[in-house]
């Protein structure tokens, strides 16, 4: 069957993978939101880009302190990125409420998400603004990993690893089949 | 167990889509790359991100023409993905050495992959420099879809559409088990 044009919209662009990011300061405010619009940017040096809407209270955090965290999940987490994602941080203890426990920073003031798998700590380096959003590059002071799930060589085990995506609404996945190719 | 950290890498934001990027122009010079590191970035407008490396034959076509298209893929095209991921453009049709059709635009001058499941046609708008990469952010002009793996309420039916994730090196995967919020 052929193509058929639809109105123009990101959900082709998805299953991504669904991060929370802790924005603030700790000892001060603190926040916590869920994105997909992350990703890596460059290597030399490591950078990533997040998109972050302009009236969500991370972006105030981050406009604030520079500074954020990228927190890789996996499917035990849904409950609580759903409620990330669909709650404001403005005005309440949003990290306490959704019950996550935080992790020290090694290089930041902003910590990470003790659940994760694993913790990238981020610092604003330049930013562009597109519609509702402000797109932040930032780069990576420091990754921590658990290691039970990841391969310094080939990174997360998806035989263990169950790495939360989001599709659209309450649908998520997670990694299925390993496909690898093979050597000519 | 607890967290250990490791050489920073962009390792832990993977698996995600990968896509084949076509660039250039119709009836001139055109080529295809794989590229994961690609997302959107705003609704209003809609606008996606895609970080290209400064020194690849793709940066020199979107730097002449401004268009590409961003084709979302599926399982069965993990070989020509790795061959487009792996061998440059430069001074060769790698298109018709990989054995792609093309689908002609609708809005541009660049077109799509036929075999895709989504082809989504895009125009740059802006640009940030960072390491060895050029990110660019582009206006979406155009989204086709294959009607039979998509709904434009929820997006790709992954029990039908394996959206093809690169993971590192050899390694990919697809979505797996379908995983919902439940209504409180």
Known sequence: MGFKEIEPSYKPLHPRPVYLIVSGRMGERLNVMAASWVMPVS???L???????R???TFDLIEEYG???VNVVDHRLIEKVWRAGTMSGRGRDKIREIGLELEDPLKTRVPG?????????????SHVDSGEVRLYVADVLSV????????????????KAN?????TGRAFTVPGKLLVVRRQ
């Open 113 to 125: 998400v003790r659940e994760a798998l694993a913790i990238i700590e981020c610092k604003v380096w």
């Open 144 to 159: 921590r990993v658990k290691p039970e799930y990841y391969n310094e060589r080939y990174g997360w085990d998806i035989r």
């Open 47 to 53: 950078r990533i880009a997040i998109a972050v809407e």
């Open 163 to 167: 790495i939360l995506m989001h599709l």
């Open 67 to 69: 500074e954020f965290t």
């Open 55 to 57: 009236d969500a209270y």
């Open 43 to 45: 290597e030399e040096p």
